[in-house]
T-cell receptor
Framework: DGGITQSPKYLFRKEGQNVTLSCEQNLNHDAMYWYRQDPGQGLRLIYYSQIVNDFQKGDIAEGYSVSREKKESFPLTVTSAQKNPTAFYLC???????????FGSGTRLTVV | SQQGEEDPQALSIQEGENATMNCSYKTSINNLQWYRQNSGRGLVHLILIRSNEREKHSGRLRVTLDTSKKSSSLLITASRAADTASYFCATVLASGGSYIPTFGRGTSLIVHP
């Protein structure tokens, strides 16, 4: 079955550490997105990529970095510069950006 | 900034009743989409309505779009306990060749059995 896989489901980070969240899709979608979800604030766009080797900042990119070396993969690194990283992170993909978006099941990141 | 805003923030109904959620937005859009999210899970795409469409149906779901009022509504008919979830609208704008979905804060729906 085609789909989008996020891992791990739960992640714990110590202060000052970088962590990388994985997002892999086998839907042959061109576009991929990362969102952050906090209670009561809906989804906020971190980064998006329309094609391989190209990506754009979203509304809240500070403290995050991404890469898009393969069409299937769009990993997100939460750096130590992100002061409040505890949140639910969602990855999504789409065809050409105008159709429906397929979401992964999310990664819950907690700073300990 | 959030383009779409859902209303109400929370809705509690009895099984069998209809549930109506609204979404308002600020700028012209390419299309508007509705999603469902069960607690702690990813979002599931429900329905997409383009800017030149006024109404779409999918099973027990009915979506309307009024571009003059910049608003959309999602109607779930004959609700079931399994419909309990958060519902989000996403507006899709075209910007420099990119189509970026922007999500509202969602409506939390509770359907009591």
């Amino acid at each position: 079955d085609g789909g989008i896989t996020q891992s791990p489901k739960y992640l714990f980070r110590k202060e000052g550490q970088n962590v990388t969240l994985s997002c892999e899709q086998n839907l042959n979608h061109d576009a991929m997105y990362w969102y952050r979800q906090d209670p009561g604030q809906g989804l906020r766009l971190i980064y998006y990529s329309q094609i391989v080797n190209d990506f754009q900042k979203g509304d809240i990119a500070e403290g995050y970095s991404v890469s898009r070396e393969k069409k299937e993969s769009f990993p997100l690194t939460v750096t130590s510069a992100q002061k409040n990283p505890t949140a639910f992170y969602l990855c999504a993909s789409s065809i050409e950006g105008t159709g429906g978006y397929t979401f992964g099941s999310g990664t819950r990141l907690t700073v300990v | 900034s959030q383009q779409g805003e859902e209303d109400p923030q929370a809705l509690s109904i009895q099984e069998g009743e209809n549930a109506t959620m609204n979404c308002s937005y600020k700028t012209s859009i390419n299309n508007l989409q509705w999603y469902r999210q069960n607690s702690g899970r990813g979002l599931v795409h429900l329905i997409l309505i383009r800017s030149n469409e006024r109404e779409k149906h999918s099973g027990r779901l009915r979506v309307t779009l009024d571009t003059s009022k910049k608003s959309s509504s999602l109607l779930i008919t004959a609700s079931r306990a399994a419909d309990t979830a958060s519902y989000f609208c996403a507006t899709v704008l075209a910007s420099g060749g990119s189509y970026i979905p922007t999500f509202g804060r969602g409506t939390s729906l509770i359907v009591h059995p």
